[in-house]
């Protein structure tokens, strides 16, 4: 099949979309890639979502309006792609693998009580996607785990596995979006994966907050300070280091911690430094628990450019850490063609949760599909 893959990271910066040809098993062909990047006004309004998903009406005004600007801009994402997959001789593709934007995320955590149920919110319009572009689509891929009682995330895995079939394991990919999540591939065929602990997401928000910008560019904040021991210390005890996976994080987990632990109160130096030394812990403190160690670290997503954060990963960890481009893939682009793939198995009904990645209690099928393409 040749499919447009589309992701709203929880970075809320923009929407990613790329052509693959994919049976949703084996990776062929990686066609054209965009990113669209979200006007300051959408992006303002996407933020304030999340501190309201918890308590907005699925029929809010607001919520609508977002829900179609959103949608607007894949479709012009998926517009493009189809535009550069024909100047590129390449098909016109056939199904959009359409992730929304995660507003809200509450799986099922140790200590819940026994009849609570988990609860993942993705938004988008599938159906003004379907019309907008003339393509199906497959959408609402977290739900069906959420309910089964998984995770929801990470969705990623299985795509990884099949791009990295011919790389040396065991390996790691880290994807550094608005929050972290890794994937480790054994030598034997086995994965596991979960989300590590918050990436850029707190640090754009501080690099807003302390300084009116939308993130640290090139971490040129967090290169001019220091970690604050202290702060990361009260940090480093946060129950979700030591919790075995499977396990993921909404976008705003980790927001109060930050600030019980006293981050709001360093200097924007400082206090990006220690963001990021924390982003480091995390990730770390993942590791340990991997099976086996990974020969390496392939690094993706918006974070990989951070060179304070590379370099506190390179520091933290003690394999090599370097960006996925170094396997010839694509950083920028990877969990859009990820969500292409898993689009895909959504249409052959392939399983695209493991009891290794979300928790699922069984390998599981997910996602819907909308339009008479297929
Ligand atoms: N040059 C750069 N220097 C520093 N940080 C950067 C740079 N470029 C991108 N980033 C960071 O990467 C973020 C975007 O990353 P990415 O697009 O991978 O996130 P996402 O896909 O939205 O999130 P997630 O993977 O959690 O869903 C930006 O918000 C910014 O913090
Ligand atoms: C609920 C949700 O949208 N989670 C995202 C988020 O962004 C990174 C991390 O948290 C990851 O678990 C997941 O996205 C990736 C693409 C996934 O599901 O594999």
Not at 117 to 141: N, P
Not at 149 to 178: D, E, F, R, S
Request: charged residues 20%; aromatic residues 6%.
């Amino acid at each position: 099949m040749r499919i447009i893959g589309l992701m709203s990271g929880t970075s809320l910066d923009g929407v990613d979309a790329a052509w693959v040809e994919t049976d949703g098993e084996r990776v062929g062909l990686l066609g054209p890639t965009v990113t669209l990047p979200y006007d300051p006004a959408l992006r303002r309004d996407l933020r304030r979502l999340l501190e309201m998903a918890p308590t907005i009406s699925p029929e809010d005004p607001f919520l609508l309006d977002c829900t179609a600007r959103l949608t607007e801009r894949h479709a012009a994402a998926v517009l493009r792609v189809q535009q550069e997959a024909a100047r590129a001789g390449l098909p016109e593709a056939e199904l959009a693998g359409f992730h929304g934007q995660t507003i809200l995320h509450r799986p099922l955590r140790p200590g819940d009580s026994r009849n609570a149920r988990g609860h993942t919110w993705q938004i988008g319009d599938a159906r003004a996607l379907a019309r907008a572009t003339g393509l199906s689509v497959a959408f609402d891929f977290r739900s069906a785990d959420v309910a089964a009682g998984g995770q929801g995330a990470p969705l990623v895995p299985i795509a990884h596995a099949a791009l990295a079939h011919a790389l040396p394991k065991p390996l790691a990919v880290l994807n550094l979006g608005g929050v972290a999540n890794v994937t480790w591939l054994g030598a034997d065929g086995r994965m596991q994966a979960f989300d590590t602990g918050p990436a850029n997401g707190p640090l754009d928000d501080w690099a807003k907050r302390s300084l009116g910008r939308d993130y640290d560019k090139d971490g040129n904040l967090a290169l001019a300070g220091q970690a604050d021991g202290a702060v990361l210390g009260r940090l480093m005890a946060h129950p979700y280091l030591a919790l075995s996976p499977p396990k993921s994080l909404d976008r705003l987990d980790f927001d109060r911690a930050l600030r019980d632990a006293g981050a709001h109160l360093l200097s924007p130096q400082d206090g990006a430094a220690t963001l990021v030394a924390f982003c480091a812990v995390c990730v770390a403190a993942a590791a340990r628990h991997f099976p086996e160690p990974p020969m390496q670290w392939l690094v993706a997503g918006g974070g990989r450019r951070n060179p304070a954060m590379m370099r506190a990963l390179s520091a933290t960890l003690s394999e090599l850490v370097r960006p996925v481009e170094v396997a010839g893939w694509n950083g920028d682009a990877l969990e859009a063609q990820c969500f292409a793939v898993l689009a895909a198995r959504t249409a052959r009904g392939l399983p695209i949760s493991f009891p290794e990645t979300t928790g699922a209690p069984r390998p599981m099928p997910g996602g819907q599909v909308l339009g008479g393409l297929l």
